[in-house]
Structure formats: structure tokens, C-alpha cells
């Protein structure tokens, strides 16, 4: 917990002193309310008292709850922003890591649990902060004042205080035995009714296709139930604290006046005018004294769940970064356009056999490189090697010369128009998904949108729509076609102008047509710029400069169509899967 508390700014820690400033100042004056109380009790007990002196004494008690209002509503304002500003900086913080994180770091915490720690989580903190800030000061200060003005007074009296403050610890330690161990499922399956909730919604049209509707709602039950069940507990067994509190103070008050009254009896005139007037006194800071163990127990439900929170969200923090940044700059590549594997080896950080084995090819500036292969060979990953989703286990991959891992990351994919397997859409305008995350977005006018959108053979489909290249896209693209996205996601590669392109499986769901025109236009206005492409239509690579075959993640064929057909049984394989013998020689 206190790890993350390195969040705090010099003028947060200002805030806080001004807060314990405030609280001192405020526990002060409302321990000056029983005093007048007393005194208020003696002079109406006395012979002779003026009623002036009564009236004199009420105003020093409003004065003194006026003050202790202005502290209390200062303290609130400053708390408040005080945790705003923390839980808005362990937010920021988060989100860049998250970002930060490979591929399969991310996997290790799931997507849904990601997005949990980085709201429900914080807020847990924000609450502590905010709430606890004043009862974790406020409540000790409180407490021990308040029992060192009634120490001395009646040894009786204190003895009932005692035993009315020993109760209530007994009682609020029995209950966070039961209750902490909670926390940390809560929060874990809070994590589980977002991912069944998220899952649910990303893949609503297929669930209702198959009529899975009932299946689905069966497995959020059961993951919502286990959360509520939980939740219920907790509540449960905080709710008995009120009550057991409102017993301990109501028995405090009468054990306070019925020992009173017993001693009184015993005493004369003047004794009893002071010892009633104690019993006013007792009463009064007894009640503070419960309300400060009232103020710690909320500390109690709040702390418990803020530390497995901070537990996770420092799991997140902590998480070591696979993929470091380098030190080289596009000013250190000794060639230009160039994509070079040297035997290079690849497999999952959780897997116990390589994927990759042994590749290596290079490809100059301005050239085609196919990749094609069954499904699960490793092409897709392959690919995915050079912006450094992953980093190749054996071997080295080269970019203009140098290492892709030497290369600081801005640096590297800013070589690189990446368009991925899954074509992603952000919510926005067709505008800004094209001039996504590009160095040079003022650069990118409209123009120069359009032009890439008629490399993409995108444009006719996008002027068509309301408002033309700032019509609206939803979120993820649900929008638009499969075919629409895929195309979007070219068109934004190609307004970056990028020295390589990198194409995942981008044309699977286009037609044959559009397939064809596309890479024409691509071949035309991409012609200085090396192209990687990874596909499973022949006709995507048959007029590659290079095709790369793979079969079980190893390198099985290298060379043009024609040189394939002849030497490589598994690309021949696959091209005769798709087109006739007769297509084939004639192509």
C-alpha cells in the first residue's frame, strides 16, 4: 500500500498537513463542548448564577460546533481532491504500463482483470484516501484526548468507559477475522463477471446465431452469484457492527448515570453538584471516545479491500517489461528498406516447443515477400517478430542493417505500416482512424486521406456515406463490413508512408475482384517500399519477388511461384487445393 503512496506530489503532502492541522483544531474544539456543558450544569445547580453566565457559556458552545462545521467542510474539500488527484496519476500510470506490456505479459493478467484493477481497484484506493484520510487521523487523536480528560476524574466512571471500549475491540476484531479473507475474492470475481460480460458482448451475434442465449445467462449467474454471495457476507457481518455500537453506547450512558447515581446518594449537597457534573462530562466524552472506534471501524471495511487492491494493482506495476526499448535511432541503420532473418528461432514464453525454427531470408527495398503455409505454421507470428510483438528466443532479426531489438521502439515502428490479421477500428471518424497514431497527423490532410483510401479501394464505399470521411465509426467497426475494416486499416498503413509494409492475412475478406485492384494500386504506390505479406490465397502471392513456405513453423520452400511449383511439394500442394493444374502453368 505504501508503494503506491510514491504517487503523492509535494502539494499533496501540504494538502495532508493542513488536513491534520485541521483535524487537531477541530478535535480540540469539540472536546471544549463538554467543558461548557459541565459548567453550564454547575451554574444552574448553583445558588446566585446569573442567567447571562448560562447564556455567556451557550455561545461559546456554538461558536465552538460553528468551528468545528468550517474544519469538517475544509477537511472534506481538501480530502476529496487530495485522493481525485492521486487515484487520476495511479490511473495514468497503469494505462502506460498496460501499454508497455507484450502480448503475452497481458495474457498473464487477462484483458477483463486489466481493466478492473485499472478502475475498480484505484477507486478502492481513492475511497481510502478520501474517507480514511480524516478517520485515520481524526479517530486516534480523538480518542486518546478524550480518555486523557476523564482518566483522573472518577475511577468508576473510567472503568465503565474501559469496559465499554474493550467490548467493542473484541467485537470488531472478531468480525475482520471473518471478513478479510473475503476481499480478495471479491475482487477476483469482479474480475470474472467482467470478462464473462465483455465476452458475451463482443460475441453477440454469434451466441444468438447458435442460441446460446440461456448458456450464456447460466454462466454470468454463476459468476454474479459468487460475487453476490460474497458481497452479501461482507455486508452482513458489517451491519451487526452498528447495532452492537448503538448497544455499546446506550449501555455506556445508563452504566455512566446508574454508577452516578449511586454515588451521589452517598454524598452531600456540594459533592453531588460536582459529581453530577462529571457524570454530564463522562457521558459526553464517553461518547466521543465510541465514536472514534466508530470512525476506525469504517477504516476497518474500507483498508482491508484498499490493500488487496493495492496488492493487485502493484502486481501490474511490478510486472517486468520483456520487451526493453534500445538506444539506436533511425540515424544508426547502415542500409535502407531492408528486412533480414538470421536462423531465427521462436516460441511462446509458455510453451515448451519452438513455433519458428531456423528461419532466415532477407528482403532489399523495394521488393515482395510472400509468406504461405497452412493454418497454425507460423506465419502470422513471423511477421509479427519485426515490431517486436514478441522477441525471437534464438537468432536476430534485422531492420535497415540493425537489430530490431536495438532500435527504440517509436523508432522501429515508425519504419513499419503494420496492418493486422484482425482489422481494428477505433471509435472516431473515418478521418481519424486513418490518421491514427501517426508522428505527422496535421500532415495527413484530407487529400492525402483520399489518396489512400483509393489505394485501398476504399474510397467509393466511403464517400457514399453520411458526411464522407468524417462519417462515424463505431467502436471496433461494428459500423461497418469485415471487408470495409480490413480496408480502412490498409488505407491507414498507407497515409503513414512507411519504408516496410507489413500485411497479416489483410485480403482474406475481400473478394477476388477487390483483391486484384488492391494490390495493383498497392504494387503501383508502394513501389519503393519493402512489403511483407502473409497469405493464404495464391493469388495474393503469385507475383511476389519471393515466397516463403512453411510447414510446421520451418522454412520448406524459398523462391518464385514458378521455381515453387517445381521444387516445393507443399506449395504445389496448396496451389492445386485452390486452382486447377492448367490455371497454374498458365500463370
Same mark, same amino acid.
Given at each position: 500500500?505504501?508503494?503506491?503512496?510514491?504517487?503523492?506530489?509535494k502539494?499533496?503532502?501540504?494538502?495532508?498537513?493542513?488536513?491534520i492541522?485541521?483535524m487537531?483544531?477541530?478535535?480540540w474544539i469539540e472536546?471544549?463542548?463538554?467543558?461548557?456543558?459541565?459548567?453550564?450544569?454547575?451554574?444552574?445547580?448553583?445558588d446566585?448564577?446569573?442567567?447571562?453566565?448560562?447564556?455567556h457559556?451557550?455561545?461559546?458552545?456554538?461558536?465552538c460546533?460553528?468551528g468545528?462545521m468550517?474544519?469538517?467542510m475544509t477537511?472534506?474539500?481538501?480530502a476529496?481532491?487530495?485522493?481525485?488527484?492521486f487515484?487520476?496519476?495511479?490511473?495514468?500510470?497503469?494505462f502506460?504500463?498496460?501499454?508497455?506490456?507484450?502480448t503475452?505479459?497481458i495474457?498473464?493478467?487477462?484483458?477483463?482483470s486489466?481493466?478492473?484493477?485499472?478502475?475498480?481497484?484505484?477507486?478502492?484506493i481513492?475511497?481510502l484516501?478520501?474517507?480514511?484520510?480524516?478517520?485515520?487521523?481524526?479517530?486516534?487523536?480523538?480518542?486518546?484526548?478524550?480518555?486523557?480528560?476523564?482518566?483522573?476524574?472518577?475511577?468508576?466512571?473510567?472503568?465503565?468507559?474501559?469496559?465499554?471500549?474493550?467490548?467493542?475491540l473484541?467485537?470488531?476484531?472478531?468480525i475482520?477475522?471473518? +471478513?478479510?479473507?473475503?476481499?480478495?475474492?471479491?475482487?477476483?470475481?469482479?474480475?470474472?463477471?467482467?470478462?464473462?460480460?465483455?465476452?458475451?458482448?463482443?460475441?453477440?451475434?454469434?451466441?444468438?446465431?447458435?442460441n446460446?442465449?440461456?448458456?450464456?445467462?447460466?454462466?454470468?449467474e454463476?459468476?454474479?452469484?459468487?460475487?453476490?454471495?460474497t458481497?452479501?457476507?461482507?455486508?452482513?457481518?458489517?451491519?451487526?457492527?452498528?447495532?452492537?455500537?448503538?448497544?455499546i453506547?446506550?449501555f455506556?450512558?445508563?452504566?455512566?448515570y446508574?454508577?452516578? &447515581?449511586?454515588?451521589?446518594?452517598?454524598?452531600?449537597?456540594?459533592?453531588?453538584?460536582?459529581?453530577?457534573?462529571?457524570?454530564?462530562?463522562?457521558?459526553?466524552?464517553g461518547?466521543?471516545?465510541?465514536?472514534?472506534?466508530?470512525?476506525?471501524?469504517?477504516?476497518?471495511m474500507?483498508?482491508?479491500? &484498499?490493500q488487496?487492491?493495492?496488492?493487485?494493482?502493484?502486481? %501490474?506495476?511490478?510486472?517486468?517489461?520483456?520487451?526493453?526499448?534500445?538506444?539506436?535511432?533511425?540515424?544508426?541503420r547502415?542500409?535502407?528498406?531492408?528486412?533480414?532473418?538470421?536462423?531465427?528461432?521462436f516460441?511462446y514464453?509458455d510453451?515448451?516447443?519452438?513455433?519458428?525454427?531456423?528461419?532466415?531470408?532477407?528482403?532489399?527495398?523495394?521488393?515482395?515477400?510472400?509468406?504461405?503455409?497452412?493454418?497454425?505454421?507460423?506465419?502470422?507470428?513471423?511477421?509479427?517478430?519485426i515490431?517486436?510483438?514478441?522477441?525471437v528466443?534464438?537468432?536476430?532479426?534485422?531492420?535497415?542493417?540493425?537489430?530490431?531489438?536495438?532500435?527504440?521502439?517509436d523508432?522501429?515502428?515508425?519504419?513499419?505500416?503494420? %496492418?493486422?490479421?484482425?482489422?481494428?477500428m477505433?471509435?472516431?471518424?473515418?478521418?481519424?482512424?486513418?490518421?491514427?497514431?501517426?508522428?505527422?497527423?496535421?500532415e495527413?490532410?484530407?487529400?492525402?486521406?483520399?489518396?489512400?483510401?483509393?489505394?485501398?479501394?476504399?474510397?467509393?464505399?466511403?464517400?457514399?456515406?453520411?458526411?464522407?470521411?468524417?462519417?462515424?465509426?463505431?467502436r471496433?467497426?461494428?459500423?461497418?463490413?469485415?471487408?470495409?475494416?480490413?480496408r480502412l486499416?490498409?488505407?491507414?498503413?498507407?497515409?503513414?508512408?512507411?519504408?516496410i509494409?507489413?500485411?497479416?492475412?489483410?485480403?482474406?475478406?475481400?473478394?477476388?475482384?477487390?483483391?486484384?485492384?488492391?494490390?495493383?494500386?498497392?504494387?503501383?504506390?508502394?513501389?519503393?517500399a519493402?512489403?511483407?505479406?502473409?497469405?493464404?490465397?495464391?493469388?495474393?502471392?503469385?507475383?511476389?519477388?519471393?515466397? %516463403?513456405?512453411?510447414?510446421?513453423g520451418?522454412? +520448406?520452400?524459398m523462391?518464385?511461384?514458378?521455381?515453387?511449383?517445381?521444387?516445393?511439394? +507443399?506449395?504445389?500442394?496448396?496451389?492445386?487445393?485452390?486452382?486447377s493444374?492448367?490455371?497454374?502453368?498458365?500463370a
Amino acid at each position: 500500500m505504501l508503494r503506491l503512496f510514491k504517487n503523492f506530489k509535494k502539494k499533496d503532502f501540504i494538502y495532508v498537513l493542513i488536513c491534520i492541522i485541521l483535524m487537531v483544531f477541530q478535535v480540540w474544539i469539540e472536546l471544549r463542548l463538554p467543558e461548557y456543558m459541565s459548567k453550564i450544569t454547575m451554574l444552574i445547580e448553583t445558588d446566585g448564577s446569573s442567567f447571562n453566565e448560562i447564556i455567556h457559556q451557550g455561545i461559546f458552545m456554538l461558536i465552538c460546533a460553528f468551528g468545528s462545521m468550517v474544519s469538517a467542510m475544509t477537511i472534506g474539500y481538501f480530502a476529496s481532491r487530495l485522493s481525485a488527484n492521486f487515484s487520476l496519476r495511479l490511473r495514468e500510470s497503469l494505462f502506460k504500463k498496460v501499454q508497455k506490456l507484450c502480448t503475452a505479459e497481458i495474457k498473464q493478467f487477462s484483458t477483463s482483470s486489466l481493466i478492473t484493477r485499472t478502475t475498480n481497484d484505484v477507486t478502492q484506493i481513492e475511497m481510502l484516501i478520501a474517507m480514511g484520510l480524516q478517520a485515520m487521523i481524526k479517530a486516534p487523536i480523538m480518542a486518546v484526548w478524550a480518555i486523557s480528560k476523564i482518566v483522573n476524574k472518577s475511577t468508576n466512571l473510567s472503568l465503565i468507559v474501559g469496559a465499554g471500549v474493550l467490548v467493542l475491540l473484541t467485537i470488531i476484531i472478531i468480525i475482520m477475522v471473518r +471478513v478479510v479473507p473475503k476481499f480478495s475474492k471479491i475482487q477476483k470475481f469482479t474480475d470474472s463477471v467482467n470478462s464473462v460480460t465483455r465476452e458475451n458482448l463482443m460475441g453477440i451475434r454469434v451466441i444468438r446465431a447458435f442460441n446460446a442465449e440461456k448458456f450464456q445467462s447460466d454462466r454470468f449467474e454463476s459468476v454474479n452469484n459468487d460475487l453476490t454471495k460474497t458481497s452479501l457476507f461482507i455486508q452482513k457481518t458489517f451491519a451487526l457492527m452498528s447495532p452492537f455500537m448503538n448497544l455499546i453506547m446506550h449501555f455506556l450512558t445508563l452504566g455512566i448515570y446508574f454508577v452516578g &447515581a449511586y454515588l451521589i446518594n452517598s454524598l452531600g449537597m456540594v459533592g453531588k453538584v460536582n459529581l453530577f457534573s462529571n457524570m454530564v462530562v463522562f457521558s459526553s466524552y464517553g461518547m466521543q471516545v465510541i465514536m472514534s472506534f466508530l470512525m476506525l471501524t469504517l477504516i476497518f471495511m474500507i483498508l482491508p479491500r &484498499a490493500q488487496v487492491s493495492a496488492k493487485r494493482i502493484n502486481e %501490474v506495476m511490478d510486472a517486468d517489461i520483456s520487451i526493453k526499448d534500445g538506444k539506436f535511432g533511425l540515424s544508426k541503420r547502415v542500409e535502407n528498406g531492408t528486412v533480414e532473418f538470421r536462423d531465427v528461432s521462436f516460441k511462446y514464453p509458455d510453451a515448451d516447443e519452438y513455433l519458428l525454427k531456423n528461419i532466415s531470408f532477407k528482403v532489399n527495398k523495394g521488393e515482395t515477400i510472400a509468406f504461405i503455409g497452412s493454418t497454425g505454421s507460423g506465419k502470422s507470428t513471423l511477421v509479427n517478430l519485426i515490431p517486436r510483438f514478441y522477441d525471437v528466443t534464438d537468432g536476430s532479426i534485422l531492420v535497415d542493417g540493425v537489430d530490431v531489438r536495438n532500435y527504440k521502439l517509436d523508432a522501429l515502428h515508425n519504419l513499419i505500416g503494420y %496492418v493486422s490479421q484482425k482489422a481494428v477500428m477505433f471509435t472516431g471518424t473515418v478521418a481519424s482512424n486513418i490518421r491514427f497514431g501517426t508522428n505527422n497527423a496535421a500532415e495527413i490532410n484530407d487529400e492525402k486521406i483520399k489518396d489512400a483510401l483509393k489505394v485501398s479501394e476504399a474510397f467509393d464505399f466511403v464517400s457514399l456515406m453520411e458526411y464522407g470521411i468524417d462519417a462515424h465509426i463505431a467502436r471496433g467497426g461494428t459500423n461497418v463490413s469485415g471487408g470495409q475494416k480490413q480496408r480502412l486499416s490498409i488505407a491507414r498503413a498507407v497515409a503513414r508512408n512507411p519504408e516496410i509494409y507489413i500485411f497479416d492475412d489483410t485480403f482474406s475478406a475481400l473478394d477476388y475482384k477487390t483483391d486484384l485492384k488492391l494490390r495493383q494500386n498497392l504494387k503501383k504506390y508502394t513501389k519503393d517500399a519493402t512489403i511483407l505479406v502473409v497469405a493464404q490465397r495464391i493469388g495474393t502471392v503469385l507475383n511476389a519477388d519471393k515466397i %516463403v513456405v512453411l510447414d510446421n513453423g520451418e522454412c +520448406v520452400g524459398m523462391g518464385t511461384h514458378k521455381e515453387l511449383l517445381k521444387s516445393c511439394e +507443399v506449395y504445389r500442394q496448396i496451389a492445386l487445393s485452390q486452382v486447377s493444374k492448367e490455371e497454374l502453368e498458365n500463370a
